[in-house]
């Protein structure tokens, strides 16, 4: 039972435009949710987190929504930047869990010149 | 300030076989935690170590071991090699080992089982 899904196994974007990744997850104990960054055969690159107290995030370009009633989180990347082609992972945990994250499957995003 | 350094970045072995593989996390952070990362199941939490104890686990048979020594660094041990086990092995550290505190990851070490 995959408790996090990344449901978009890809998205194309355009240099410039917003870049819109969806994550969505069924265990209501989850109350901090954590973005990655991934490149191949690399390690995943942390970019933002959001506890459960709040609804948004901001970080420079990068910023998460969570929607706590929809156990939906998003995260949009303003503007987009060729660089920013990467592998995306949403992932979850729960107060006293130690650090023990679950991942989503993942979203390739390219960003078109 | 140095990241997360594991070793090695790529190893070959056979069936059958044991390896183990090290992670040195960031200065001064105390939790280590593995992840296994393959194409059919995605990335999946191995077991957590805080303060040279292992906290959690997840739904890994026995064969997958790991350890903490004082100075924070760990080890992973995979024993009676698989074809299967095959994957990114990747170790990530936190700095108290508390929910609220992000968790940086290294490069990985390539396993390949022949």
């Known amino acids: 039972d995959q408790q996090v899904k990344q449901n978009s196994p890809s998205l194309s974007v355009q240099e410039g435009r917003i870049s819109i990744l969806n994550c969505d997850y069924t265990?209501?104990?989850?109350?901090?949710f954590l973005w990655y960054k991934k490149y191949p055969a690399e390690g995943p690159t942390f970019l933002i987190s959001?506890?459960?107290?709040?609804d948004k995030n901001e970080d420079g370009r990068f910023t998460v929504f969570l929607n706590k009633s929809a156990k939906h989180l998003s995260l949009h990347i303003v503007p987009s930047q060729p660089g920013d082609s990467a592998v995306y992972f949403c992932?979850?945990?729960?107060?006293?869990?130690?650090?023990?994250?679950?991942f989503g499957s993942g979203t390739q995003l390219t960003v078109l010149p | 300030k140095a990241g997360v350094t594991q070793t090695p970045r790529y190893l070959i072995k056979t069936r059958g076989q044991q390896v183990t593989l090290s992670c040195s996390p960031i200065?001064?952070?105390?939790?280590v935690s593995w992840y296994q990362q393959t194409p059919g199941q995605g990335l999946q939490f191995l077991f957590e170590?805080?303060?040279?104890?292992?906290?959690n686990k997840g739904n890994f048979p026995g064969r997958f071991s790991g350890r903490q020594f004082s100075n924070s660094r760990s080890e992973m041990n995979v024993s009676t090699l698989e074809l299967g086990d095959s994957a990114l092995y990747l170790c990530?550290?936190?700095?108290?080992?508390?929910?609220?505190?992000?968790?940086?990851f290294g490069q990985g070490t390539r396993l390949t089982v022949v």
């Open positions: 170590y805080f303060s040279e104890t292992q906290r």
């Open positions: 992932a979850a945990t729960r107060s006293g869990s130690a650090r023990q994250l679950t």
């Open positions: 990530a550290s936190s700095l108290s080992g508390g929910t609220n505190t992000e968790a940086f």
């Open positions: 200065s001064g952070h105390r939790s």
């Open positions: 959001i506890s459960s107290i709040k």
């Open positions: 265990n209501s104990m989850f109350d901090y």
